[in-house]
T-cell receptor
């Protein structure tokens, strides 16, 4: 079975500060890993994905994530937070192909002035 | 840019009633999925559908649920006799093909409220 654990259900940062959202995965097969963002009352938008190519993955809106097999982690970072980044972020894992996504519990990011 | 669409955006129903949630996946996609998100909780997988049959389903997807692709464009989720605990946001998603990885594209969701 595959699973992801997101540490910290709520993260608060100041505008311009580093954003770090943590995700650890468990998988019996090489995983495909994703970060999705959900703005209030909206659907899920893919931020970035790891599909076994490069371990450092760049996504939209200046976000990036690094796959670290030794730490079973896939943390999401952004060098400088913007007010518009306030949203809920979900880490997810899949076996690939047409297989389901298994989501973490989400991290609510708050950006303060 | 192609997108997944869902109707209605909000559905209110009485407990025990049947509801059908509709989705139009991206036209060249072959895999279809339903997920749900109960308010304040994580997104949970319900079912995946490929080649006109269910390829995987979760424990949540019991006999009260069914899926169908009635024509070449729509993908529906039916709940036969709704319960209060079925109140949730239901997301449809689709992806291209089996080989390698293909991104799942999500629709905007249908908020189901069971009274």
């Amino acid at each position: 079975a595959q699973s992801v654990t997101q540490l910290g259900s709520h993260v608060s940062v100041s505008e311009g500060a580093l954003v770090l959202l943590r995700c650890n995965y468990s998988s019996s097969v090489p995983p495909y890993l994703f970060w999705y963002v959900q703005y209030p009352n909206q659907g899920l938008q893919l931020l970035l994905k790891y599909t076994s190519a490069a371990t450092l993955v760049k996504g939209i809106n200046g976000f990036e994530a690094e796959f670290k097999k030794s730490e079973t982690s896939f943390h999401l970072t952004k060098p400088s937070a913007h007010m518009s980044d306030a949203a809920e972020y979900f880490c997810a894992v899949s076996k690939g192909g047409g297989n389901k996504l298994t989501f973490g519990t989400g991290t609510q990011l708050k950006v303060e002035l | 840019e192609p997108e997944v669409t869902q109707t209605p955006s909000h559905q209110v129903t009485q407990m025990g009633q049947e509801v059908i949630l509709r989705c139009v996946p991206i036209s060249n996609h072959l895999y279809f999925y339903w997920y749900r998100q109960i308010l304040g909780q994580k997104v949970e997988f319900l079912v995946s559908f490929y080649n006109n049959e269910i390829s995987e389903k979760s424990e949540i997807f019991d006999d009260q649920f069914s899926v169908e692709r009635p024509d070449g464009s729509n993908f529906t989720l039916k709940i036969r006799s709704t319960k209060l605990e079925d109140s949730a946001m239901y997301f449809c998603a689709s992806s291209e093909a089996l080989a390698g990885y293909n991104e799942q594209f999500f629709g905007p969701g249908t908020r189901l409220t069971v009274l």
